[in-house]
T-cell receptor, first 118, second 111 residues
């Protein structure tokens, strides 16, 4: 069974379109994240949710909107796609936020979604 | 200057060699992650450590909080260790923590 799954694995679309990437974890974790990996393989955090509550919202365009219907799912919707949005998007989860801070627990990554905007 | 710096950026080794990858960060933290990204793109968490040393198989991670430095060692390296190794640090901000990544070290182990 896949612990953190993402769909789709590949997404090719044209500029201006709206698309969604879905993420699900079956680990019972409380916290989920979205990361973006650019063409230089540099990872940056975009969002984090803890028990469906947004706790981290980095400086990303408003065109990106995360949605967490329950603590096992964190979806990423992107409006009006631009060429610069082309990247690999990783979802991740961790056991709990805890008193020590959200990043003091091991992260479990999904397989990534390669988004290509043409 | 990146808040999290790794060295070297690229490393080529022969099978069996002892490997060391270094990570330095600019601000105080209380935990550090080492991640491995396979050639196929998948990312696996290797270690999360806040002090001292952790060992898992042939992998050893150490951290010195005072010196703001961590090392990842691979003993008896094997071609299947070829991957990108990334360190990540939760940097404290007023709103909480932001996980900041190093640029990664591309390791190639030749048979």
């Amino acid at each position: 069974d896949t612990a953190v799954s993402q769909t789709p694995k590949y997404l090719v679309t044209q500029m201006g379109n709206d698309k969604s990437i879905k993420c699900e974890q079956n680990l019972g974790h409380d916290t989920m994240y979205w990361y973006k990996q650019d063409s230089k393989k540099f990872l940056k955090i975009m969002f984090s949710y803890n028990n469906k509550e947004l706790i981290i919202n980095e400086t990303v365009p408003n065109r990106f909107s995360p949605k967490s219907p329950d603590k096992a799912h964190l979806n990423l919707h992107i409006n009006s796609l631009e060429l610069g949005d082309s990247a690999v998007y990783f979802c991740a989860s961790s056991p709990r936020r805890g008193l020590a801070g959200v990043f003091h627990y091991e992260q479990y990554f999904g397989p990534g979604t390669r988004l290509t905007v043409t | 200057k990146n808040e999290v710096e790794q060295s070297p950026q690229n490393l080529t080794a022969q099978e069996g060699e002892f490997i060391t990858i270094n990570c330095s960060y600019s601000v105080g933290i209380s935990a550090l992650h080492w991640l491995q990204q396979h050639p196929g793109g998948g990312i696996v968490s290797l270690f999360m450590l806040s002090s001292g040393k952790k060992k898992h198989g042939r992998l050893i991670a150490t951290i010195n909080i005072q010196e703001k430095h961590s090392s990842l060692h691979i003993t008896a390296s094997h071609p299947r260790d070829s991957a990108v190794y990334i360190c990540a640090v939760p940097l404290k901000e007023t709103s909480g923590s932001r996980l900041t990544f190093g640029e990664g070290t591309q390791l190639t182990v030749n048979p």
